[in-house]
């Protein structure tokens, strides 16, 4: 893919007009590859800020020697890594603790992002990210960082009837685990687009005493017809109306969907209540790693200047 132009789009901002709010809100921004996907950069750091945290997602079949081959260019480029260890594709505790010290060998991987992960029908003894954790073999290896995921929108995955009962014993069992580990723990959410559920649901899991931070996902620019598909694949809920309502714009057809107004919303809302427990932005490339990275360098003043800027 060749690199974009610095061109501003119709919808971006102008010279000059970064807002201090959203430059805010970028700072330690962290953003999702995969290996077939890391493999098209040809330099991270010509295109992320020094010390980003980049997640490594783990997709079945994807060879582990792949995972950590890609982890460890990373980390020798000066990047965090933290990859996937998604529960349902990992067989047995024997497996779990060989990819834990090929990470840690080869890379020196510190963080984890555990999740149930995208099958259904799991390949082993593993169902969860809770199961994953009470092994205990991240504390062990001495993980210093452990993200488990959160659902703005809901996860018809654990609850099928759609009340949410499943998701919410299993935010209080995670909070509950944070207050035993010695690794530092957050949430890292599902993507949305919207911001006001996003507001709603970070408020009402905070007044049910979840006080872990919240990493909210965030989807990178992308064509409008490439956005939809992965909202529906992913399962995001209410706000893919905002995609729905731009379908019907045919002058917005042909343009890039990009994260600007949700983003801006959110960064507004951190500003006037800085305890709003939303600290950091996961971005997911939908439409490619540099050209979510291109927009973080248009949109987000220093905090998203390259590491070789």
């Known amino acids: 893919m060749a690199l974009l132009s610095f061109k501003k789009s119709p919808e971006g901002p102008v010279a000059g007009s970064i807002s201090p709010q959203v430059e805010s809100f970028l700072q330690g921004y962290s953003i999702e590859v995969m290996p ?9 750091r010509d295109l992320l800020p020094e010390g980003t945290r980049v997640y490594i997602a783990h997709i079945e079949g994807t ?9 460890k ?5 000066g990047f965090p890594v933290m990859p996937h260890f998604p529960a349902r594709i990992i067989h047995n ?36 990210s809770m199961q994953l954790l009470e092994t205990g073999a991240f504390d062990k290896a001495g993980f210093t960082r452990l993200h488990v995921a959160g659902h703005p929108e809901g996860n018809k995955d654990i609850d099928p009837d759609g009340r949410g009962i499943n998701v919410a014993d299993a935010l209080r069992w995670k909070q509950d ?5 010695d690794a530092q723990m957050a949430l890292a959410t599902q993507f949305a687009f919207e911001a006001q559920p996003i507001i709603e649901w970070a408020d009402t899991i905070k007044a049910a ?18 956005m939809i598909k992965f909202a529906v694949a992913c399962g995001v809920g209410a706000s893919l109306r905002v995609l729905q309502r731009r379908a019907k ?15 801006s919303e959110l960064a507004a809302h951190k500003a006037a209540n800085p305890d709003f427990n939303v600290t950091n932005v996961h971005f997911f490339p939908l439409g490619g790693i540099k050209t979510n990275a ?3 360098i248009e949109n987000g003043g220093a905090a998203a200047q390259p590491a070789n800027a």
């Open 209 to 226: 005493g979840i006080d872990l931070p919240i990493h909210i996902g965030i989807a990178g620019p992308a064509k409008l017809q490439t």
């Open 73 to 77: 260019r990373l980390n020798a480029d």
């Open 249 to 263: 714009d045919v002058t917005k057809l042909l343009l890039p969907f990009e994260p600007t107004d949700v983003i």
């Open 36 to 44: 077939r996907t890391a493999e098209k950069v040809e330099n991270f």
């Open 93 to 128: 505790r024997a497996m779990l603790d060989d990819w834990i010290a090929r990470y840690q060998g080869e890379a020196d991987v510190k963080q984890a992002l555990l999740l149930a992960g995208g099958v259904t029908t799991p390949h082993g003894d593993f169902d969860s």
């Open 63 to 71: 060879p582990i020697e792949d995972m950590v081959a890609t982890a």
């Open 294 to 296: 291109h927009w973080a």
């Open 177 to 181: 685990f944070s207050n035993r580990t």
